[in-house]
């Protein structure tokens, strides 16, 4: 093979033998064939070669690819929503639970081995085609909660994932989704939301075990990293844990860090360790909002999807979480610990073992605690944490003034400083 020719040998499948070329034109069955023809060949690397824009619908990784877009390379998802097949039924999760009933995506890989993305390359959700001004809310909406890739990419119970070096830009929904996956080492990722776009979230980790983030940088319009457990999309309720979150920029018109939602299980065994926040709505938040039957998205609720009662659910319970050396910039609190209203309609077994330490939390308002004695939280620990606080209107969670701990057992301040500044 000469140099001036694609490689398509020894382990390296080149796109372009395929038929796919970088001129914006429809290269999914290419590509898809390029994935196909590594994985029966035992697996090795799909190469998406620079410069140039290969448009692109749904594509499934298969066990042993890699696939490689190399730098100057796009892979951009197609205008046309219903070119993205919805997801069938699954022996790994339950689709009809999916998220504002959305059942597409741009990458959607399920019950794989060791699958990866990597190159320096980009993938474009090209959100601008399922956008546009929304006359009613008086800003830019998706054009349909269905009709849309709500996910960028996604993996399901799959087992040595990597994404590597890659960006994502514009997606239409959530950049990524790891659902029910093993062993997942996310490195050295750049992800580019929209900032008008709804629910732009960054890295969504749900039910997953032994995960790596590091050295990522990720601008969301939703929240940035998610860290939850997601029972209602499991065949089988399973705890995220042993999540290391680690040297990352993050900003985010809502969470910066995102622990836990309405519905979920078990989150445990987290360390989250030098962190900028360079903008968020609120640095920290475990928030679970009761849900009401106007609320039928997130998760979703339809005549045949019944709210589950709380007496029926697994409790949610969150346990050894450790944040340190984190910078952060909050429009609202800096940590939101919410658990539902008055009424206690959120099942809550035990938040324990959380600590802060070497923390810096700039902010608009007051940390803010709502929790009640059944929700057994408790042994938290401030080390060397500055709080710098600028008041500024009512928090729409509570006043501005509330601080509670008093259904908390076991708060440690430890070398901590409170500075209140005049309001702007």
């Not at 690397?45 to 594509?59: A, D, F, N, Q």
């Not at 993938?123 to 001004?133: C, R």
């Not at 979150?245 to 360790?273: F, H, L």
């Not at 949610?316 to 610990?337: C, G, I, K, W, Y």
Request: aromatic share 8%.
């Amino acid at each position: 093979m000469t140099d001036n020719k694609p490689d398509c040998a020894d382990g390296v499948f080149d796109v372009t033998c395929f038929g796919a070329r970088p001129d914006g034109s429809d290269a999914t069955a290419a590509l898809q064939a390029t994935i196909d023809a590594c994985a029966a060949q035992g697996g090795g690397v799909v190469r998406v070669p620079g410069p140039g824009v290969y448009m692109t619908y749904t594509l499934n990784l298969k066990s042993g690819v890699e696939l490689r877009i190399e730098r100057g390379a796009t892979l951009k998802g197609g205008p046309d929503p219903f070119k993205y097949p919805e997801f069938g039924p699954s022996p790994h999760w339950r689709p009809e639970h999916a998220p504002r009933f959305n059942k597409r995506a741009m990458f959607y890989t399920v019950g794989q081995r060791q699958v990866s993305i990597t190159g320096d390359g980009t993938i474009d959700g090209n959100a601008e085609a399922f956008h546009s001004w929304n006359p009613e809310r008086q800003r830019i909406w998706r054009n349909s909660d269905t009709e849309i890739t709500g996910r960028c990419v996604f993996f399901v119970a799959c087992r040595d994932v990597t994404l590597r070096g890659i960006t994502i830009h514009n997606p239409s929904g959530w950049a990524t989704w790891f659902l029910d996956c093993d062993n997942v080492d996310i490195r050295k990722i750049t992800i580019n939301c929209h900032p008008e776009y709804p629910n732009g979230d960054g890295i969504h980790l749900s039910g997953c075990r032994d995960v790596i983030v590091t050295d990522c940088v990720v601008d969301s319009q939703d929240d940035s990293i998610i860290l939850r457990s997601s029972q209602e999309q499991m065949l089988v309720p399973r705890a995220l844990e042993r999540v290391s979150v680690t040297n990352c920029s993050i900003s985010s018109k809502s969470a910066g860090i995102r622990v836990g939602w309405t519905g979920d299980y078990i989150i445990r065994d987290i360390t989250v360790d030098n962190i900028s926040c360079r903008h968020a709505w609120s640095a920290v938040q475990i928030i679970l909002p009761p849900l009401k039957p106007e609320w039928c998205v997130d998760p979703p609720r339809a005549p045949d999807l019944p709210l589950l009662p709380p007496e029926n659910r697994l409790p949610f319970a969150v346990e050894n979480l450790r944040f340190s050396n984190m910078d952060t910039t909050s429009h609202d609190a800096p940590l939101q610990l919410v658990f539902g209203n008055a009424n206690r309609t959120e099942p809550v077994e035990y938040v324990r073992n959380i600590v802060f330490d070497k923390c810096r939390f700039a902010a608009a308002k007051p940390p803010v605690f709502v929790v009640w004695p059944e929700n057994h939280v408790g042994n938290l620990r401030f080390s060397d944490v500055e709080f710098i606080i600028r008041k500024r209107t009512p928090s729409k969670i509570v006043p501005a003034d509330c601080l509670w701990f008093d259904n908390c057992k076991g708060i440690t301040f430890d070398r901590c400083s409170w500075t209140s500044l005049p309001e702007e």
